[in-house]
């Protein structure tokens, strides 16, 4: 290995600072933000998980030996969302949710004929929403509730030979969290809050196979994470006697997910995309708060636990790119989601609800180094009934809500891609030397 290509690969890793210090928060299906590249949000994330651009080995790492040299992809994704709370009966609220601005980088350096060596920096969970403090529903949600999410993943990526590829990668995790919820007893203006950061630790593998030169197959797997948050229960003074504000801890296990791309390419100038991925939200459970001596943490004698309680999910998406020349490239595609969050345990803090994807983008080729890619998406959230009557919703507390919350979500990605080494190939380049 030269000098010069540690010195490129340097600069390419550069941008990472650069990353953390910009917005994170995020609306998501859930708690995942799905938004990690701007090329496969292009197509719905249709075949993404078989290649065709470096933010791939956010869903596969194997993909990685699909990119030569030195390389870069760092995007920016706003995510528009509304959600807006309508209650059966009482006040309920105009749009609730945050808009938010979500980086992703990526690196990638190819070590020899057969071996990559990768960096991926992520915000893979996400959550920003402000709630007015006197609406129907405030015993449930008033106040803001915030969660973001810091994701480095090390990845490695071997090609066996022409047809099959295979990487591994590792995930360290840091999340900050925090949420407030308003206190019936004692009228508006009261809340508890829980606020804490911490870190969680995972992995991710993966591999593709590429049968044919046209045919490519790539099945991802990212890891569970048990995030572990510390922090601190603040409540109003009237009920310190009977609570146990200060220190506090608890665990979200957050979700192992399964990735499966194709890439097919039907023409010289059309490709066939698809996915399937399931999500594993059902190990999830409960988020018990609890004091330092591992006791839990009460209010007015009543333990904290945010009821989460989610199923299983699934993604179907499929879309197509056309080729228009060798400078631009299009894609298009649909996506329908089947969400972790049932109308059984739905709160007004995370109104999530199956969804309908449609996405327009485009990849533009500068150069021989630079290229920029482009993406818009409109996500139809189902209307999500929300029914805190009884018992039958695990998070019902006593006070009696019912209502439906009306979301929807534009997004809007830009990717700027680079190569840093010398993309020419050397028998040209010595060709060239000769003929001069």
């Known amino acids: 290995m030269s000098f010069r290509h540690v010195k490129s690969l340097l600069l390419a890793c550069s941008g990472a600072a650069a990353l953390l210090g910009a917005t994170l928060d995020a609306n998501a299906g859930g708690l995942a933000v799905r938004e990690q590249s701007a090329y496969g949000q292009g197509s719905s994330y249709a075949g993404v998980a078989a290649g065709g651009s470096l933010s791939s080995m956010f869903y596969n790492p194997a993909t990685l030996t699909q990119m030569p040299g030195i390389n870069s992809e760092s995007s920016l994704t706003g995510i528009i969302p509304?959600?807006?709370?309508?209650?059966?009966?009482?006040?309920?609220?105009?749009?609730?949710?945050?808009?938010?601005?979500?980086?992703?980088?990526?690196?990638?350096?190819?070590?020899?004929?057969?071996?990559?060596?990768?960096?991926?920096?992520?915000?893979?969970?996400?959550?920003?929403?402000?709630?007015p403090d006197t609406w129907a529903g405030r015993a449930y949600a008033a106040g803001g509730e915030n969660l973001k999410t810091y994701n480095f993943a090390p990845t490695i990526a071997y090609k066996l030979n022409d047809w099959l590829s295979f990487g591994l990668g590792a995930q360290i995790q840091y999340a900050s969290a925090s949420f407030t919820q308003g206190i019936a007893l004692l009228g508006p203006t009261n809340q508890v809050g829980v606020s804490g950061a911490g870190y969680g630790y995972g992995w991710t593998a993966g591999f593709t196979l590429t049968p044919s030169p046209n045919t490519t197959i790539g099945l991802g797997y990212r890891s569970a994470i048990n995030q572990k948050i510390n922090g601190t229960m603040v409540i109003p003074a009237a009920l310190n006697a009977i609570s146990t504000p200060g220190s506090v801890n608890t665990q979200v296990n957050l979700p192992d997910t399964v990735s499966l791309g194709l890439r097919q390419k039907l023409t010289s100038q059309w490709t066939a995309l698809g996915t399937v991925e399931w999500a594993n939200w059902s190990r999830i459970g409960n988020s018990n708060i609890l004091q330092p001596s591992g006791a839990p943490a009460t209010v007015a004698f009543a333990p904290v636990v945010i009821d989460f309680q989610y199923k299983n999910s699934w993604f179907f998406s499929a879309g197509a790119e056309y080729q228009w020349s060798p400078q631009l490239a299009l894609r298009a595609g649909a996506a329908y989601e089947l969400s972790p969050v049932s109308d059984t345990v739905r709160v007004p803090a995370v109104p999530d609800d199956d969804r309908f994807w449609l996405s327009l983008g485009a990849t533009y080729k500068y150069n021989a180094k630079t290229s920029i890619d482009f993406a818009y998406s409109h996500v139809f959230v189902k209307s999500a009934p929300i029914t805190l009557l009884d018992t039958s919703n695990p998070s019902f507390n006593g006070t009696l809500y019912s209502g439906s919350v009306s979301s929807q979500i534009d997004i809007i990605s830009l990717a700027l891609k680079y190569r840093w080494d010398d993309p020419t190939p050397e028998p040209v380049k010595q060709r060239y030397a000769k003929a001069k």
């Open 82 to 131: 509304s959600s807006v709370n309508n209650p059966n009966a009482g006040v309920g609220t105009g749009n609730v949710a945050i808009s938010a601005l979500v980086p992703s980088s990526y690196y990638s350096w190819q070590f020899n004929q057969k071996l990559w060596l990768g960096l991926s920096v992520n915000a893979p969970y996400g959550l920003a929403e402000s709630f």
